[in-house]
Structure formats: structure tokens, C-alpha cells
């Protein structure tokens, strides 16, 4: 992508109505934009970065057996009776809306309700279990507060993952590798270092659930963490009777603010029951399914790394979700050596698969350094009438600000390496 041709533009201040740093710098950069507290767009660049989370959730997803779906945001009011969860009182987060006719509907808050009413016309043996569905889809919160950026939104996409077990046994062992799947999810998007499986609440069906959090200060939870068992606690389950069944030391606790970026959970047959989503199995009794849910936002995930990762100069993308490997800039006059020789270089990057930025702007050297560190593309090549009379390209990158000066023609294996 031409950098000239990109129609969103840095800018020097974020709103001043704007109080998280991930929000500040992602606006500043031109990755989101804000409608209003708590509902973000997201621009061409952002798109990139959180389309790249999502793929890396799906291919974690899919690998566990998950089968991709799209549910509606749209639902009507008898899905949510039997559980409920209709009541303002019980999910105080709704926005609610009509037909035409005064029917009424909800604005999805979540889809355990929906996604089990469907289930029904699919489930009814065992032969028909374990059966896991998920998707990305959006959900509408009606959030208290919403001054975490991109990290609590009323409009955000969710990825929730439905799990349909035959028993408790079988539901346990897909809640391991779920697990599992997770600690990969945040260790490919470059949180592993921050992020812990943390024991939390489990609701009426289980002693907990486990949520991840990633210790950052813009978190909103308290967590204690055990950096002996790379494990942590939530405050509001921290009991002496929780720390000798785990076998941690009070001692070797440290409290940290944490955001909670994803959680898993056991449901039990509490939707199941509700709303009779029952299977005959193999002694041809009919009993309940016993379910599990899974969820994480790529965009909280997205605000996380941007929270965790950025430096005084702006964002540090992990390779793994930045919104281009290379970010070229070209310092050449018009007609100049470094002109042709960036323009060259744009090709053979884009001919070859190479996700590029190209800063061919007509703009100070200075400002398209402090662009592209604000914008914080893992790798940075700079093209001068100088380094082209080298021979050579002169490399940066944005983590480490490490600089190499390497010959035009191993270009390409550094990039690819
Ligand atoms: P929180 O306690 O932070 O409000 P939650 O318990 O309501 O989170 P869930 O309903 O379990 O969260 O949602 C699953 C995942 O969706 C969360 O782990 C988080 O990553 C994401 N998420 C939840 N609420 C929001 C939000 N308002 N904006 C963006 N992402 C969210
Ligand atoms: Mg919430």
C-alpha cells in the first residue's frame, strides 16, 4: 500500500475527550476512529491488525475442532425468557429495540441462549456430540464506563466458542485443550510474557472458570500473580482454602492490574436444561447437553498489545499481527536514484508477497521517521540517494532500534527471515 494514496492521515494530539493510551495512539496513528465513548471504526490499518488477531484465533479455533458460524445480532425476547436473562435486572447491559408491530428484541449482550435454542434442530443423539461451534460476531453492550479505549466498547466484536458435550468427563476434556488453545492464541499474538491462566468465579456450575489476563495497568481486575507457577488468582476468588489446593505460597503472591482478555468457562446444563436441549444417549435415556463457553475480543486484545507493547515513540507491533512487515520509506527527490530504486523495491516486495508500506509522500524526512515509529512497523527500510550509492539498504527495527546496513541483493532473505 502507497502511503500517499492511504486516505487517513498521523496526527499530532488524539481528542482530548480521548483518556486510554491505546485509544490516544491508535487514533494519532490512523488505526481507529471514534464515533463515540466506547464505539470505535476501524480504518484501513486497524483492519489489518485485528483481521490478523481473528485469523490467528481461527486457526487456533479450528484446530480444536471448532466449526466457524455467524449468529444474529438480532434476537428476539422468548430466547431469553427461560434463562432469565430478558430481565434489565439480571444483564443490566441491554440495548433494546422494536418491529414496527411493538414486538420486541434484544441487541445480542451474548449468544449461549441463542446458539442452544438453534442447537435443538441438531442435536438430539449422541451420535450428534461432541459438536463445537463459533464465531466472530458483534455484540452490543451497554457499558457503564467506557474509558478503556478499544478495550471496552458497546459495539465490539467477540469470538465466542460454543462448546455441546455428552457429559462432564467429555466436556473437561475439551475445557483442557481449550485451554490450551488459549495459551498458544496469546502467546502467537506476542502477550505470552504478560498474560496469565487466572482462577476466577465460576458462576453457580463450577468452583472457578479460568479467564486470561494480561497484566497492564489500563487493566480494569486485581489479580495476584505467581510468577513460580506462571499462574495466577483473581482478587475476587483469593482464598487460603484456593492457595493450599493450588499449592502456592501467600508469600510468593504479587498483586498486578490485569485486563481480562479472554475466559472459559463451565456451563453445565444450565442453558441446556432451560431450554431443553436434551440428547438420547447410548442407554437411551434422555439427558441434558452439558456445555462450555469460550470468549476473547480481538479488539480488547488488540488495545492490550498497544497498552503492553508501545514505547514513547508510539506502537510496537509483534510481528504476528502488525498491519504490514515492512514499512519502506523513500528519502529521493523526485527522479532521484533512491526514487527509482524505492519504487523497484516496492514492486519486487509486493510481486513476492511482502506486506508493505510505502512512504512515498513528498514529506520531511523527519516526519516520516516519526510517523513510522507512531505507526510502529516491525521492520523499517530506508532508501537514500546515500545507502543507494552503497549499495545498500539501510534496515531498522521498530523493537529493538537496532540498525543494519545489508546489500541490495540479500534484501529479500533478511525480509523473509
Ligand atoms: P469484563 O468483566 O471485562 O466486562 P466480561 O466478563 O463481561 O468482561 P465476557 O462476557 O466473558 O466478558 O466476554 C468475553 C470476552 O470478550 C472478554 O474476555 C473480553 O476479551 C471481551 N469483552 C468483553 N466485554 C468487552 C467490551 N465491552 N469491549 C471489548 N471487548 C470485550
Ligand atoms: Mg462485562
Redesign the pocket.
Known amino acids: 500500500m502507497r502511503q500517499s494514496q492511504l486516505f487517513t492521515k498521523t496526527r499530532k494530539e488524539a481528542p482530548k475527550d480521548e483518556v486510554s493510551k491505546n485509544a490516544q495512539l491508535l487514533i494519532r496513528a490512523g488505526y481507529v476512529y471514534k464515533e463515540m465513548a466506547g464505539v470505535y471504526v476501524y480504518l484501513p490499518l486497524g483492519l489489518r491488525v485485528l483481521n490478523k488477531v481473528i485469523a490467528i484465533i481461527r486457526d487456533e479455533m479450528n484446530g480444536i475442532g471448532g466449526q466457524e458460524i455467524v449468529l444474529s445480532a438480532l434476537q428476539q425476547k422468548e430466547t431469553w425468557e427461560p434463562t432469565n436473562q430478558w430481565s434489565d435486572k439480571e444483564v443490566d447491559v441491554w440495548f433494546k429495540t422494536e418491529l414496527k408491530n411493538g414486538t420486541e428484541l434484544g441487541l445480542a449482550v451474548?449468544h449461549e441462549a441463542a446458539l442452544t435454542k438453534m442447537m435443538k434442530d441438531f442435536i438430539s443423539s449422541y451420535r450428534h456430540l461432541p459438536s463445537y461451534a463459533y464465531q466472530f460476531q458483534t455484540k452490543f453492550?451497554n457499558?457503564t464506563r467506557a474509558k478503556s479505549g478499544i478495550?471496552?466498547?458497546r459495539e465490539?466484536i467477540?469470538k465466542d466458542l460454543y462448546s455441546f458435550s455428552k457429559d462432564q468427563a467429555e466436556h473437561d476434556m475439551f475445557y483442557e485443550k481449550a485451554k490450551q488453545a488459549y495459551v498458544r492464541i496469546f502467546k502467537r499474538i506476542g502477550l505470552g510474557d504478560q498474560t496469565y491462566v487466572t482462577f476466577a468465579s465460576g458462576g453457580m456450575f463450577s468452583k472457578f472458570s479460568h479467564e486470561f489476563q494480561t497484566v497492564t495497568d489500563a487493566g480494569?481486575d486485581v489479580i495476584y500473580v505467581s510468577e513460580k507457577k506462571g499462574i495466577a488468582i483473581n482478587k475476587e476468588v483469593l482464598t487460603p482454602e484456593l492457595l493450599i489446593e493450588l499449592g502456592i505460597d501467600k508469600e510468593d503472591l504479587i498483586e498486578k492490574k490485569a485486563v481480562?482478555?479472554?475466559?472459559i468457562f463451565n456451563l453445565a446444563t444450565r442453558f441446556s436444561s432451560a431450554l431443553d436441549l436434551t440428547y438420547v444417549n447410548e442407554s437411551g435415556e434422555k439427558v441434558p447437553v452439558v456445555m462450555g463457553s469460550y470468549?476473547?475480543?480481538p479488539?480488547?486484545v488488540m488495545g492490550a498489545v498497544v497498552e503492553c507493547l508501545s514505547d514513547e515513540k508510539g506502537i510496537v507491533w509483534p510481528e504476528s499481527i502488525a498491519p504490514f512487515q515492512v514499512h519502506l520509506i523513500s528519502l529521493g527527490k523526485e527522479g532521484s536514484v533512491a526514487t527509482k530504486k524505492a519504487e523497484e523495491l516496492y514492486k519486487t516486495f509486493t510481486d513476492t508477497g511482502v506486506e508493505v508500506l510505502f512512504d512515498d509522500r513528498d514529506v520531511r524526512p523527519g516526519e516520516k521517521f516519526a510517523d513510522s515509529d507512531l505507526i510502529g512497523i516491525p521492520m523499517r527500510l530506508v532508501i537514500s540517494d546515500k545507502t543507494c550509492a552503497e549499495g545498500k539498504v539501510e534496515v531498522k527495527y521498530r523493537k529493538t532500534g537496532e540498525v543494519l546496513f545489508i546489500e541490495d541483493s540479500k534484501i529479500l532473505s533478511v525480509i523473509k527471515k
Request: hydrophobic share 30%; charged share 35%; proline share 0%.
Open positions: 451474548t453492550r457499558e478495550m471496552r466498547c465490539f467477540m480494569e481480562e482478555v479472554g475466559n470468549g476473547i475480543g479488539g480488547r
